[in-house]
């Protein structure tokens, strides 16, 4: 983060894809994903497919996987999405100097708004009560992807220059912790009885929120996976990087979110499964 301005010379445009599935088992879907465009007077929706220049507008892309009895994690990840598109805008285009002392905590911020929505409506009507919601949103500026993250829905990275897949946001779960200190391996951490026990969301009954906030320079080929654990569930890591990362044999056309979520389904499918994915150009 020591010059901001000094990356992204080459980054002119951003394509991406999204989709979701409500899985074998559930009869309602309560994943979200969005995407989003905006400056400081204007936001746009966008739609599950597109491409577009980065030069005049920044973007925003989110998942969010709620939680709750009945209607209500359906509810809870709505809000948290429809409360980005009004928040955001509103920290558009800092300076370089801003960006790099703020962009924590306008994120910080922005997630403690969302919780803040949510624990009103949860203690407002009985049918909400204690709902909540993961979220893990990227916000593209020319040269930078900010990324704010809270629950076990997941950002990756996957760098144009070459290298493996790298998981940037950390699971808030007990398992997760122990995946990260390398007491467990992924396997083990697939199959562990507690893999899905939360430690930090939006919402419920959590008293503060504290996201993951952080930064990647970015450069043209590089790939940002958002997925709720629906995806992760079904596909190990191996997986996701041979989907992401086109073959010879790949068919022309494939869109790797639809890709992603199909094949997790096919594997696992006992949840809504969600992926959005986003290409550097």
Not at 35 to 55: I, M, N, P
């Amino acid at each position: 983060m020591d010059s901001l301005q000094s990356h992204g010379a080459g980054v002119t445009a951003l394509q991406w894809h999204g989709w979701s599935d409500v899985g074998k088992v559930r009869t309602n879907n309560e994943d979200r994903f969005l995407g989003v465009r905006f400056d400081g007077r204007e936001l746009h929706h966008l739609g599950k497919l597109g491409e577009a220049t980065l030069s005049d507008m920044d973007y925003a892309f989110a998942v969010s996987d709620g939680m709750g009895g009945a209607m209500a994690g359906e509810f809870a990840s709505r809000i948290a999405v429809e409360k980005i598109t009004t928040l955001l805008p509103r920290s558009f285009r800092q300076s370089a100097k801003g960006l790099q002392i703020g962009f924590a905590d306008v994120l910080g911020e922005l997630f403690d708004k969302i919780h803040r929505a949510l624990v009103f409506v949860g203690n407002s009507y009985e049918e909400c009560s204690g709902m909540e919601t993961t979220l893990s949103l990227c916000w593209f500026t020319p040269g930078w992807m900010f990324f704010g993250h809270i629950g076990d829905s997941r950002i990756y990275y996957l760098p144009g220059r070459g290298g493996g897949i790298k998981q940037l946001s950390h699971d808030d779960t007990h398992v997760g912790w122990m995946l990260r200190q390398g007491s467990i391996n992924e396997r083990e951490a697939r199959s562990h009885p507690r893999r899905n026990v939360l430690q930090k969301a939006l919402g419920g009954g959590n008293q503060f929120v504290d996201p993951q906030v952080g930064a990647v320079a970015i450069e043209p080929g590089d790939l940002f996976l958002l997925c709720s654990d629906g995806v992760t569930e079904g596909l190990y890591n191996h997986h996701l990087l041979d989907l992401l990362r086109p073959s010879e044999t790949s068919v022309p056309g494939t869109h790797p979110a639809r890709s992603i979520v199909e094949q997790a389904v096919a594997n696992d499918g006992k949840d809504n499964t969600t992926a959005l994915v986003i290409r550097v150009l």
